[in-house]
């Protein structure tokens, strides 16, 4: 699967990318019964 390496700004096949771990650069498959929708919008506005 291929992540993304924050601290450089660019994609690899690692898990690991300069000590930090690196994040999917796929979004979540989509549904429309999101049973954790809420939760995810929540954290996303605490964090700005």
């Known amino acids: ?3 993304f390496c924050k601290s ?3 994609y ?3 898990e690991e990318c300069h000590g930090l771990r690196t994040k999917t ?3 979540p498959k ?3 019964e999101d049973k954790y ?3 995810r919008r929540m ?3 605490n964090k700005e």
């Open 1 to 3: 699967m291929i992540k």
């Open 8 to 10: 450089e700004n660019h």
């Open 12 to 14: 690899t096949m690692k």
């Open 25 to 27: 650069a796929h979004p």
């Open 30 to 32: 989509f549904s429309i």
């Open 37 to 39: 929708g809420k939760y």
């Open 43 to 45: 954290a996303k506005i």
